[in-house]
């Protein structure tokens, strides 16, 4: 392994943000299934069950909106790996080239597949698409929150989408993204165990420390 | 009331109602006492400070009455029962029949040409001072042929008498949103008055039906301050319509407890556990009926032990179904092809198609990609 070497690539904002995403998300999301079809679990009327889930379903929602919104201020004041553009590279030539050429190595029709230094090109726009989707939660979440308080700010700000959606599609669509995120991490954790056991470049533990195993010197 | 009072309207009314209302009230037979107990009970209602209760009194006192007319479209009559019903008869009546009802289908005496020449009245000597209650949608479809009055389509007489009201009164949701006539696939085309006349002032009471109180707080409201009250987006009051059903709702205790229903006449109905996995709509509905209720007060749907239908949201029969389930059904999908069951499988075939990828993967020869040989 001469030719490796470790480079800093993901910086501490962007491991912050992504561990911090996996345990809201997965808060959120056991909640989430909790206050979309609850169990009988209080016993008496002086219980607090579905109160204490909720609240600890908000509290999450508040930390995973700062994170995002700190992980999209990063995406304009990181390095170049953390930069928006990773997430984009359908924009240029050569990340449509990288783009294909994963997607081939995906596929099986071909044997080798790139070796990005930060995220593959495939990967990068998934990525994109997750942070719709996270953008979608979060709107929807805090449009039907707010609706406890009609006279709020943040009733003022989102009142509109339940004019615009029903809040019934409102809640379907936080429900079924919900399931796309499922997915989404689902296949997440396997790429990222395929990508470490096939480029050996230690992508798992880099979202640890940060350092990645590459091969040139750029 | 935007109308000018004084000698022409005491003219034009004739000579009953250059008296005030409450001896008016007198009259009927109304004491003092339910009087003031009931102008209470509206500044409770419109949510004002009790210390409005006297203003009320006075505001009413005082009052010239405005014209009503109420017209009725694509309904089932609900709202007017829930008028008519309300009580028997209550103040609330007698402030509702001292607006002078010059035109109501049901209750009026006058039939034919001749009624239809009290409303063309109406609308011709009283241009934006009468009020004016719509029950009922709507219809668009080929050109509103569908619901026609003494031989023109509602749609014409709505933009006629809304156009020259000083504001109309959507009552109901049919009125409102278009209701169960425009529940899909809306073969009239039925809509609300706002998007039939999108130039009336429009205040949404929906409601399947209305709850007569809100009425009557309403008209109160605009007697007492001379103007419509605050509306949401939707268009409907603030006083009634301001806040969810879940948040005032006699069993929330319970949803916050954890202790839910989980069958009709199960031990958890019997004690009145909430109904929320019953597929009550009451944390996406807003109305006042956990406070006003029904039929003077003395119940609404989950007081009675089934859930809220959500049937003062717009388009609830289509948005609010299926009525027992907490989400609606995924558009485009048979009936049993839930939410869940669509998540689910998206998971699992998600996981199922990564491992035979990592199987395949197991087993590819040569892979150059294991980078750290190459360079
Ligand atoms: S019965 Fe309905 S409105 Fe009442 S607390 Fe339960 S879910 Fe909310």
Redesign the interface.
Known sequence: MGHLYEKYVWEIPVRATHWVNVLSIAVLTLTGIYIGSPATLGATPSDYVMGWVRFVHFTAAYLFAVSVASRIYWAFRGNRYASWREFFPILTPAGRRNMLATFRYYTFLCKKGPQPVGHNALAGTTYALVFVLYLVMIVTGFTLYAEHAPLGTMHKLTGWLLVLFSNQTLRLTHHCVMWLLIGFAIHHVYSAWLMDVKERGGVMSSMFSGYKAVRTKD | MARKQGSDTEATNGLEFQDSVSTLLERRGVTRREFMKFCTAMSAALALPPAFAPRIVRALDEVKRPTLVWLEFQSCTGDTEALLRASNPTVAEIVLDILSIDYAETIMAAAGHLAEANLDKVVREEKGTYIAVVEGSIPMKDDGIYCCIAGRTALDRAREVCGGAFATLAVGTCASYGGIPAAAPNPTGAVGVKAAVPSATVVNLPGCPLNADNLTATVVHFLLFKKLPAT???GRP?FAY???IH?NCERR????????V?AWGDQ?HRHG?CL??MGCKGP?T?HNCPTQRYNDKTSWPVAAGHGCAGCS???FWD??TPLYK???N?PGFGIEAT??K???G??V???AA?GV??V??AF?R???????K??
Do not use: N
């Open positions: 949401d987006g939707l603030l301001g806040k969810r948040d205790p319970h949803f916050d407890a954890g202790q839910y989980e958890a556990h929320y996995k996406e807003f949201q717009p388009m948005s609010m907490r989400l609606p995924v939410a869940d669509i998540g689910l998206l998971a075939g998600t996981a990564f990828h990592g395949l993967s590819r040569g892979d150059d990609s294991e980078g750290a190459e360079d």
